[in-house]
């Protein structure tokens, strides 16, 4: 690690005897030994070796790291791609009123008819909001929506005896779960590139477009926040070849209300639940990811689906072409119930508002922003732009976007996105979303700005207010300490005593 600080902390507090709580003696009638009830063998010897701390030493363990992240809650996030957008507190409360969170996936369709009405609902929602009529919500996150859609897609095919279509098209802007899906969904990826004005290259698509081709996969509005304004040109080619068009629909909420993937063509989508209609999002999950297809294609869908009969509302599970699931029970309900309150309190005119103030933000801050640095397509953007700092790599300084989303810690700002898409050196990918204020955007902007002149020493060893400073990544990432381990007996090891900048050997 660089920019070490020396300060050394004790991780670990636990000692033998204290508590914090104290768990109710066993409830077993003695007349009933509990090897009776659970079998012998999945009956643990000795109590796990959790740690063992007061009640005040927990709260600091916890309110102590939480200070040293950031979150949405605490910093302006402008992460293009990702769309870290405020999560309201209000469905938090609503997701957790008893009658649904204390519902129990295994219970019978009599005593779920609320939940069940409103997934059926939500599947509704999603089906007019995409124009698509068919919806699974079981997906647990994007990606896993994709690889659902592209499930589907070879179940089709195998159902039409066209097992000979091996090929799905990705542009080279695309997100990297495109090609990964494809891959894991039995496929070869091709890439197509894109052309000077960061859209799909026409002529490189009919080159690589036969009677092998599958799926495009295309993303719209683009990962470079503009529109394909040949979307039709587009999804006419790949069907003229019987090929289906997957829209990638992690940018829908650039689009709300104001056109629908259907109606440009598109056979299937996923959509972000959190991106687009907000969820807590961060830390790997919880996600969820439903997908909307064609009427054609839902015999394939994941069964079960919500049906309605008559007043009544069921899973239902007779779906004989169906995949199968790809997620246990009903996917991430509790997200789904987020993203249903979400659609309910905004209407189809809130929606509509919510993609037209996204696009507004980042017009803005795009305008802003090209006050100091090349924006390589700065005709108008959707909710995001990307800009580059390449010429800061040509100077004496050699400042690199690390450098500069690094010392954006100092001021507080989250870093944006850097480095994607890869078809613009040093790009730095923004989406400030509809929730921010003006007030705000100002003031990332001005930092910006301001930190972009100067001196290499004081870019290139940022954050300098922040516990952990540069790591190591590539060895973070190949090395996860996911999990706390107790300590050995007999005193507190070495190895947990560490320096500020790093995790111990026990840490989460």
Known sequence: MNNTQSTEVIFELSKPGRRCHRLPACDVPSSQPLGALIPQDHLADQPPPLPEVGEIDLIRHYTNLSARNMSIDTNFYPLGSCTMKYNPKRHERLAALPGFADLHPLQTDDTTQGILELLYEMQQFLAEISGLPAVTLQPAAGAHGELTALYVAAAYFRDKGETHRKKVLV???????????????????????????????????????????????????????????????????????????????????????????????????????????????????????????????????????VVKDGDRYRLNFDMPKSIGRVRSFFGNVGILFRGYCYIRTLGPDGLKQVSEQAVLNANYLRKRISEGFEVPHPGPCMHEFVASSRELLRDKRKIKAIDLCKRLLDFGFHAPTVYFPMVVQEALMMEPTE????????????????????????????????????????????????????????????ADRVATTGAPAGAP
């Open 171 to 305: 542009p080279d802007s695309a997100h990297g779960t495109n090609p990964a899906s494809a891959a894991l969904a039995g496929f070869e990826t091709i890439t197509v590139k894109s052309g000077t004005n960061g859209l799909v290259d026409l002529n490189d698509l009919k080159s690589k477009l036969g009677d092998d081709t599958a799926v495009f996969m295309i993303t719209n509005p683009n990962t470079l926040g503009l529109f394909e304004t040949q979307i039709k040109t587009i999804t006419d080619l790949l069907h003229s070849k019987g090929a289906l068009v997957y829209l990638d629909g992690a940018n829908m909420n650039a689009i709300l209300g104001i056109t629908r993937p259907g109606d440009f063509g598109a056979d299937m989508q996923h959509y972000n639940v959190h991106k687009t209609f907000t969820g807590p999002h961060g830390g790997g999950g919880p996600g969820s990811g439903p997908i909307a297809v064609r009427d054609f294609l839902a015999p394939h869908l994941p069964a079960p689906v």
């Open 435 to 494: 929730t921010e204020s003006k007030q705000t955007l100002d003031a990332f902007a001005d930092t910006l700005l301001k930190i972009k002149a100067e001196d290499a020493e004081t870019l290139k060893n940022a954050p300098h207010t922040h516990i952990v400073s540069r790591p190591d990544e590539v060895k973070a990432a190949k090395e996860l300490k996911l999990r706390w381990h107790a300590a050995p007996s007999g005193g507190v090891p070495a």
